[in-house]
């Protein structure tokens, strides 16, 4: 199995800033894509950004320019590092990772999640 663990939620002002982290482990041969979702009250889960082993990245249009997504292979760890933060990025921020297994089993996973909240 693998888990994913989030940190780095909180609350902060707008204009401000805020670094998830999201850590991997678990029975892992190998991840491939990773990424952060995020589902504000009221609205359905939607993709934030992505990155695959290789580092390409995709972002939604309404944070690109404000947040970067980051991984460290070695760790097993992504990050997304939010700039600029807006009211309308207040939500629950989850993590996920497309992996392989040591059974060699392909595997998509999800955190728990972690409130991010943007006070205006």
């Known amino acids: 199995q693998v888990q994913l663990v989030e940190s780095g939620g909180g609350l902060v002002q707008a204009g401000g800033s805020l670094r998830l982290s999201c850590a991997a482990s678990g029975s892992i041969f190998s991840i491939n894509a990773m990424g952060w979702y995020r589902q504000a009250p009221g609205k359905q889960r939607e993709l934030v950004a992505s990155i695959t082993s290789g580092g390409n990245t995709n972002y939604a249009d309404s944070v690109k320019g404000r947040f970067t997504i980051s991984r460290d292979n070695a760790k097993n760890t992504v990050y997304l590092q939010m700039n600029s933060l807006k009211s309308e990025d207040t939500a629950v921020y989850y993590c996920?990772?497309?992996?392989?297994?040591?059974?060699?089993?392909?595997?998509?996973?999800w955190g728990r999640g972690t409130q991010v909240t943007v006070s205006s």
């Open positions: 996920d990772a497309d992996a392989l297994t040591t059974a060699r089993s392909r595997t998509h996973n």
